[in-house]
């Protein structure tokens, strides 16, 4: 019962942080992301009567630990509802760096899922899909359908989970990824978010989210790429903000991070439609219009970054018969 998967990360355009119940994780509040195809993860699982445990290995590396019981976790929650004990071996690929802020854990718990439920022949839709990746990581369950996302937090686990607003063909964007270094997080996503009361403006952040997202909602349907482009830099700038200002404070940010978000800013100044984003790390989304690609790119090398993955909207996590093992 072997299946392989392949799932894109997601950019958090209105962002996800902070959760009203930690064990099911449920989020404060909606949010909207794009998948972005050229950031992936490619998973094989295999459950079979011939392993006396489950085993893991992501990017050529045997897993142990946190790392491990997350993935044992969500197994047995999938195992839970086929009605199956039977152990795995799971083997996990990305083509991009983990646990630098550009959500590996989104498309590996989305490949995750989709390549164990295949693996067990269970019957879930795509809402169902949604769910249950969820309740492995938060922004997983966007990383399901296809497109442009709308993860609605809900009032209880059955009812948060993601849905596509538009698909990959609607808006042909670019979101360059800058990557400023390969260096892991100092601390995880979903420590942090612990302390997202702490800060004096997440309340505030709150009462005006929903606004927030009918504008940028609107923005993408009407491609609008100035309003775009204004509320997912602001989006961006707001979480760093409460991240920084709560208790204890998180600073994700490098040095050469501020340099390229100062130089963006520099750019459009001088007249290009150009605008950053971040989610919760060091590396750096540059968000264009296709038509603006090619001089960003010019200017991005000319700063002297060196590691630049292009991206355009992707699509949903997908079954694959290119097998890892």
């Given at each position: 019962?072997?299946?392989?998967?392949?799932?894109?990360?997601?950019?958090?355009?209105?962002k996800?942080?902070?959760?009203?119940?930690?064990?099911?994780?449920?989020?404060?509040?909606?949010s909207?992301?794009?998948?972005?195809?050229?950031?992936?993860?490619?998973?094989?699982?295999?459950?079979?009567?011939?392993?006396?445990?489950?085993?893991?290995?992501?990017?050529?590396?045997?897993?142990?630990?946190?790392?491990?019981?997350?993935?044992?976790?969500?197994?047995?929650?999938?195992?839970?509802?086929?009605?199956?004990?039977?152990?795995?071996?799971?083997?996990?690929?990305?083509?991009?760096?983990?646990?630098?802020?550009?959500?590996?854990?989104?498309?590996?718990?989305?490949?995750?899922?989709?390549?164990?439920?295949?693996?067990?022949?269970?019957?879930?839709?795509?809402?169902?899909?949604?769910?249950?990746?969820?309740?492995?990581?938060?922004?997983?369950?966007?990383?399901?359908?296809?497109g442009?996302?709308?993860?609605?937090?809900g009032?209880d686990?059955?009812?948060?989970y993601?849905?596509?607003?538009?698909?990959?063909?609607?808006?042909?964007?670019?979101?360059?990824?800058?990557?400023?270094?390969?260096?892991?997080?100092?601390?995880?996503?979903?420590?942090?978010?612990?302390?997202?009361?702490?800060?004096?403006?997440?309340?505030?952040?709150?009462?005006?989210?929903?606004g927030?997202?009918?504008?940028?909602?609107?923005?993408?349907r009407?491609?609008d790429?100035?309003?775009?482009?204004?509320?997912?830099?602001?989006?961006?700038?707001?979480?760093?903000?409460?991240?920084?200002?709560?208790?204890?404070?998180?600073?994700?940010?490098?040095?050469?991070?501020?340099?390229?978000?100062?130089?963006?800013?520099?750019?459009?100044?001088?007249?290009?439609?150009?605008?950053?984003?971040?989610?919760?790390?060091h590396?750096?989304?540059?968000?264009c219009?296709?038509?603006?690609?090619?001089?960003?790119?010019?200017?991005?090398?000319?700063?002297?970054?060196?590691?630049?993955?292009?991206?355009?909207?992707?699509?949903?996590?997908?079954?694959?018969?290119?097998?890892?093992?």
């Amino acid at each position: 019962m072997k299946k392989t998967a392949v799932a894109c990360s997601n950019l958090a355009l209105i962002k996800y942080w902070g959760k009203v119940d930690f064990e099911k994780r449920l989020p404060t509040n909606d949010s909207l992301s794009v998948n972005l195809d050229n950031l992936t993860t490619t998973t094989t699982v295999d459950f079979s009567a011939s392993y006396k445990k489950d085993l893991l290995e992501i990017d050529g590396i045997r897993a142990a630990g946190r790392k491990f019981d997350r993935v044992r976790q969500h197994l047995d929650r999938i195992r839970s509802l086929a009605g199956r004990q039977l152990s795995a071996r799971v083997v996990s690929r990305n083509n991009f760096p983990s646990a630098t802020g550009l959500s590996s854990s989104a498309s590996g718990f989305a490949a995750l899922t989709k390549a164990a439920v295949a693996a067990l022949e269970l019957k879930l839709t795509e809402k169902e899909m949604s769910i249950v990746a969820r309740q492995a990581s938060g922004s997983a369950c966007r990383s399901i359908p296809t497109g442009f996302s709308h993860w609605h937090k809900g009032r209880d686990s059955q009812s948060s989970y993601a849905e596509s607003i538009f698909p990959i063909f609607h808006w042909q964007l670019t979101d360059l990824v800058v990557i400023i270094s390969h260096q892991t997080k100092s601390v995880p996503t979903n420590i942090a978010q612990q302390s997202a009361f702490t800060s004096p403006f997440f309340r505030e952040r709150l009462k005006h989210l929903p606004g927030k997202i009918n504008k940028l909602k609107k923005a993408i349907r009407d491609k609008d790429f100035m309003s775009f482009g204004q509320i997912s830099e602001s989006e961006a700038l707001e979480l760093h903000a409460i991240m920084m200002t709560s208790e204890p404070s998180q600073i994700y940010l490098f040095p050469g991070t501020l340099k390229l978000m100062n130089l963006v800013k520099q750019w459009r100044k001088e007249g290009l439609p150009v605008f950053f984003s971040l989610n919760t790390g060091h590396n750096l989304h540059v968000l264009c219009q296709n038509k603006d690609r090619g001089k960003i790119l010019a200017l991005l090398k000319k700063a002297g970054t060196k590691n630049i993955i292009i991206n355009g909207p992707g699509p949903g996590t997908r079954l694959t018969d290119k097998h890892l093992f």
